[in-house]
T-cell receptor, first 114, second 107 residues
Framework: EADIYQTPRYLVIGTGKKITLECSQTMGHDKMYWYQQDPGMELHLIHY???????EKGDLSSESTVSRIRTEHFPLTLESARPSHTSQYLC?????????????FGPGTRLTVL | TQLLEQSPQFLSIQEGENLTVYCNSSSVFSSLQWYRQEPGEGPVLLVTVVTGGEVKKLKRLTFQFGDARKDSSLHITAAQTGDTGLYLCAGGNDMRFGAGTRLTVKP
């Protein structure tokens, strides 16, 4: 079983609020990822990181930021939440270096913005 | 960006039937992964294929990587209701996912 955790699992907030979604992994993985997924739909890469102090933008990154100060922690911040941000947010991690990028996913955070 | 196209998008079958879903690209991949996702949960890795022409079996699931390493297939024999879920393929250094095949196995 993968040791990757996301909190909160569910979040309902009002428009304009600043929120941070937490993701932690205890596997010592170098690479971490954030995806956004609407129910039953494809995963969209938001941000990823190759290691500490490394962050890269994905396809839907313009309205969020991430940080990677510690290997095990990769939080995602929405500065001003909007109803269009309502979705499921999935965090994942994988080994770095020469690897096949096999990802281990957290259980997700389901965000609803009213 | 290396794009992955999955087909069919939706598949509904009766328990006991066989099925095959596909993951295709115009790009060459060093490896491809297959994941299965249940509603409300994160995807779970099923298998990684690495070598062109490779075939891997996981109980009733058979995964094949194309000779040119541009495509892959997943074949399920005698599907069960527990196989219901979203099947995703992924690959490439930037870890893009296909849109997935949503499989429903009816009792």
């Amino acid at each position: 079983e993968a040791d990757i955790y996301q909190t909160p699992r569910y979040l309902v907030i009002g428009t304009g609020k600043k929120i941070t979604l937490e993701c932690s992994q205890t596997m010592g993985h170098d690479k971490m990822y954030w995806y956004q997924q609407d129910p039953g739909m494809e995963l969209h890469l938001i941000h990823y990181s190759y290691g500490v102090n490394s962050t890269e933008k994905g396809d839907l990154s313009s309205e969020s930021t991430v940080s990677r100060i510690r290997t095990e922690h990769f939080p995602l911040t929405l500065e001003s939440a909007r109803p269009s941000h309502t979705s499921q947010y999935l965090c994942a991690s994988s080994f770095g270096g020469i690897s096949y990028n096999e990802q281990f996913f957290g259980p997700g955070t389901r965000l609803t913005v009213l | 960006t290396q794009l992955l196209e999955q087909s069919p998008q939706f598949l509904s079958i009766q328990e006991g039937e066989n099925l095959t879903v596909y993951c295709n690209s115009s790009s060459v991949f060093s490896s491809l992964q297959w994941y299965r996702q249940e509603p409300g949960e994160g995807p779970v890795l099923l298998v990684t294929v690495v070598t062109g022409g490779e075939v891997k079996k996981l109980k009733r699931l058979t995964f094949q990587f194309g000779d040119a390493r541009k495509d892959s297939s997943l074949h399920i024999t005698a599907a069960q209701t527990g196989d219901t879920g979203l099947y995703l393929c992924a690959g490439g250094n930037d870890m893009r996912f296909g849109a997935g095949t949503r499989l429903t196995v009816k009792p």
